[in-house]
T-cell receptor
């Protein structure tokens, strides 16, 4: 019930393309869904996040689409650039007063070719 | 504001030994979480400390332990190291107040067990 499934495992696009990464969760109690970006040798950094009462959130070139009934959410990267080449992780969490723990997807290695 | 600092960055240990990793959270943050990152298992939650108390724990054996000091700095200890403990250990800090969401990750400690 705590799993988050992420696909695809790897993705290669041309510069300017729109890579889409999908995640599915099982626990309907999750109330916070962030996406993290990780470059080699670095820790993950928060990219964008959404709460389940919103169906879409856009920040710059990054958009999260959220489908509560299907228990799925996805990341779209508009006008992708070679600098976006990184590993992307979706995650889900319960943001309660008793603390929080992030449950991560398996990760997607994105390569944007020039 | 300084980010999350983890020391050391790299460690090589022998099977059977024990190891202690350190994490200094962002100033003012009281919640520190630890994650293990491996190619096979991805990012997995170890535990969370808040105000010197463990308030969340993941599914890891008792060889993995942690603590938090009054200045919010945290240490994690792994005893009787196994080859499978080789991983990137990441620390994340948050303010720890109800409703706060973003977790800020350090660069991690790369542990190699030989």
């Amino acid at each position: 019930q705590q799993q988050v499934k992420q696909s695809p495992q790897s993705l290669i696009v041309q510069k300017g393309g729109i890579p889409i990464i999908n995640c599915a969760y099982e626990n309907t109690a999750f109330d916070y869904f962030p996406w993290y970006q990780q470059f080699p040798g670095k820790g993950p950094a928060l990219l964008i996040a959404i709460r389940p009462d919103v169906s879409e959130k856009k920040e710059g070139r990054f958009t999260i689409s959220f489908n509560k009934s299907a228990k799925q959410f996805s990341l779209h990267i508009m006008d992708s650039q070679p600098g976006d080449s990184a590993t992307y992780f979706c995650a889900a969490s319960l943001m309660g007063t008793s603390g929080s723990r992030l449950t991560f997807g398996e990760g997607t290695q994105l390569t944007v070719n020039p | 504001k300084a980010g999350v600092t983890q020391t050391p960055r790299y460690l090589i240990k022998t099977r059977g030994q024990q190891v202690t990793l350190s994490c200094s959270p962002i100033s003012g943050h009281r919640s520190v979480s630890w994650y293990q990152q491996t190619p096979g298992q991805g990012l997995q939650f170890l535990f969370e400390y808040f105000s010197e108390t463990q308030r969340n724990k993941g599914n890891f054996p008792g060889r993995f332990s942690g603590r938090q000091f009054s200045n919010s700095r945290s240490e994690m200890n792994v005893s009787t190291l196994e080859l499978g403990d080789s991983a990137l250990y990441l620390c994340a800090s948050r303010p720890g107040q109800p409703g706060d969401t973003e977790a800020f990750f350090g660069q991690g400690t790369r542990l190699t067990v030989v």
